[in-house]
């Protein structure tokens, strides 16, 4: 037995022995099932006490087994989709002893990661990416002849419903090159797959008539090379039979020249085991359709909102408990909360209102709509590019709808904002949750650009307010008919700073910020939500009697420039404040404003820096970035220092 550094947890006897597909290799058949029990509990031990993403990592545990016994990974190419469910592959690819500083601040990514290990051949974290990555892989091992070398793409349902999926599939149905499609289906993305896509896999799933006849071929296809030279003649009429004879439709995945093969039991081990040594032997595109349950093996999972275990934090593993600190005193909402109340009062009283989002009803609360007027609120599936088109022609006819998208995720839309919406200048709210460090998702999720690449497109208006009362207010002010074109409000993960947030609507004139507090020794602009982290290093400040003044910007763009002619007629030093990539954001506006009017002062600019962030907890990543309380504190008397140095000299 050995105890996992750090954990306290201790393996199973054979989950022990394994730290290496090589490891895993070694067991004998029959002793998969019993090493996918103890592979399970490792993960609920571990993800119990320490959180991070649950359900879809036990419903592939078998799958994940079966994959790295018969293939040789990491020779073998194999490319997870987003990467939630990709726990049990990072214990079997020898960080089982890590583990437990997976999400950690300096431990290891939640999501396969390609500097993490060799065994993670392509960094993951937004979903639909895998199918063309070993499409890519694999025309590669064509070109340089490893004609031994096998590419695998393990794809959910939720993710096969984006446009990238298809463009992949598209496009391997003519290059006949070595590629397995796993298509892990679950039902499930995070929130409850919707669409065409979902109905057409429930009926092959349920064509009782599709399966029985699919099983003989199967059968017979496992021994093909028992059927000597005619075996591809023998295969051919098989699948010619069920396709003609028994479907009654083609096969969608057939129609794109793929060999399908499914749906099978993505919980029987051994049966993946075998099929899947069957199919290394298939030559060209395949797709092997696996039926699993996200949470499986844990009960309170199995039996609870699928949703709620998809990553449920901590929870008490004997009990299904999800552990949450109950405050003393009354808190502050999240702002996806406030966003999602907010939309429905509203809409209630204007009825061109509608809301869109592509997959993350609960992520971005736009569920509260959706439960509240269903015929006005709609899920387009994981489809970002989708969503905003589709918005742009909801407001052709006259609506307004708020499309609600991550702000990682939104750089998969940026043609479609441009091309779309601004280019037309029609009237939609691009509603950026997730806006700058999103916390342990790590740099995949984290919200890094958007103020500058929205900056830069004509029509669009960027806002991001401080506090929950501010994003109110901006989105009652985006919905008004006096306001013009494109509108962007970005706002952050987690909790606001109001307790009493819901107050009465208030249009805010656009293009302008607020002074909230006036000063002599310097300024402080913020945008958003560093605001309140600007106020703290302005109240330690002045317990040591220096004077700053602080002005919220609100816009980006258009940036207030009324109260930038007051700043630098006053102060000649000035520090921005932005939890966005420092190159083109609000500070370079600033500077840009500075330049253009012929003014001339000091200016310091905190935010997010030219690199990738890592994941950890936000605070943490506030310091790393250079913008926490106390590091606006030192940046602060640190400029007032100079200026002294200057008076001595």
């Given amino acids: 037995m050995e105890i996992v550094k750090g954990s306290g947890v201790i393996p199973g006897e054979l989950l022990a022995k394994v730290n290496s597909p090589a490891d895993l290799k070694n067991l004998k058949e029959e002793q998969l099932e019993q090493f996918c029990k103890e592979l399970r509990q490792f993960i609920i031990d571990i993800v119990s006490t320490k959180g991070g993403h649950f359900g879809a990592s036990l419903g592939v545990v078998e799958l994940t087994t079966a994959l790295h016994y018969i293939y040789n990974t990491p020779y073998d190419q194999l490319v997870w989709d987003v990467g939630h469910q990709a726990y049990g592959h990072k214990i079997i690819t020898g960080r089982k002893d890590i583990f437990h500083t997976n999400r950690i601040y300096k431990g290891i990514s939640g999501f396969p990661k390609r500097s993490e290990s060799e065994y ?15 499409l890519g892989m694999a025309v590669a091992s064509k070109y340089n002849n490893l004609k031994d070398k096998h590419h695998i793409a393990v794809i959910g349902d939720g993710s096969m419903t984006a446009g990238m999926a298809f463009e992949a599939l598209n ?53 093909i090379s028992k059927f000597g030279p005619n075996a591809q003649e023998i295969a051919s009429k098989l699948e010619n039979a069920v396709k003609t004879s ?45 039926l699993t349950q996200k949470g499986k093996g844990y009960q309170f999972s199995e039996e609870g909102n699928p949703t709620v275990w998809h990553a449920p934090g901590l929870f008490n593993k004997d009990t299904g408990e999800i552990i949450k600190v109950i405050p003393t005193s009354p808190q502050p909402p999240k702002y ?10 509203l809409a209630e009283k204007n009825k061109k209102i509608m809301g869109v989002t592509p997959a993350m009803p609960s992520g971005c609360s736009l569920n509260i709509m959706m439960k509240a007027m269903p015929d006005r609120a709609f899920d387009v599936g994981i489809a970002e590019q989708h969503a905003v088109t589709f918005s742009a022609g909801l407001a052709t006819q006259g609506l307004i709808p708020f499309c609600n998208i991550y702000s990682s995720f939104m750089q998969r839309a940026y043609d479609q904002v441009v091309h779309d919406v601004a280019l037309q200048n029609l009237k939609v709210v691009l509603c950026l949750d997730r806006g700058g460090l999103a916390g342990a998702d790590g740099p995949t999720h984290h919200g890094a650009f958007d103020i500058a690449y929205f900056r830069c497109i004509p ?12 994003l109110r207010n901006l989105m009652y002010t985006a919905q008004l008919d006096e306001t013009p074109g494109s509108f962007s409000i970005r706002y952050p993960r987690g909790n606001g700073v109001m307790v009493n947030w819901k107050t009465p ?5 656009i293009g302008k910020g607020r002074k909230i507090k006036d000063g002599k020794d310097l300024a402080i602009l913020s945008l958003g939500h560093p605001g309140n982290l600007a106020t703290i290093a302005i109240e330690n400040l002045a317990k040591e009697n220096i004077n700053v003044a602080h002005y919220d910007l609100r816009f980006a763009k258009p940036i207030d420039e009324a109260m930038l002619h007051e700043v630098f007629t006053k102060y000649k030093k000035v520090i921005t404040i932005e939890d966005g ?8 506006a600033v500077l840009e404003f500075m330049a253009d009017n012929g003014y001339q002062a000091q200016v310091k600019r905190l935010g997010i820096p030219d690199k990738f962030i890592e994941h950890g907890e936000q605070s943490e990543l506030y310091e790393e970035c250079g913008f926490s309380p106390e590091q606006i504190y030192a940046e602060a008397k640190d400029l007032l220092l100079e200026k002294q140095k200057a008076k001595v000299g």
Avoid at 246 to 265: A, C, H, I, T, W
Avoid at 460 to 467: G, L
């Fill in 459 to 470: 029509n669009m208006i960027v806002s991001a307010p401080m506090n929950e009362e501010e």
């Fill in 171 to 223: 496009h391997a149905g003519v290059e006949n090159a070595d590629l397995l499609v796993v298509l892990n289906d679950n039902c499930m993305s995070i929130d409850p797959n919707v669409g065409a896509l979902r109905d057409y896999l429930t009926d092959i799933t349920t064509s009782h008539t599709y399966n029985k006849t699919k099983d003989k071929v199967w059968e017979l296809l496992g021994k």
């Fill in 120 to 134: 993670d051949t392509f960094g993951v974290g937004h979903s639909s990416t895998s199918i063309g990555a070993a």
């Fill in 246 to 290: 028994l479907l009654k439709q083609s096969n969608l995945f057939e129609s794109l020249k793929f060999r399908y093969f499914g749906p099978v039991d993505g919980h029987d081990v051994v049966r993946l085991a075998k099929i899947m040594r069957d199919l290394k032997d298939i030559p060209g595109p395949k797709i092997l359709h696996v």
């Fill in 336 to 345: 996806q909360d406030v966003f999602g109340h907010t939309i429905v009062e």
């Fill in 581 to 588: 990539c420092i190159m083109g954001g609000v500070g370079s």
């Fill in 505 to 509: 609507f208030q249009k805010i004139e």
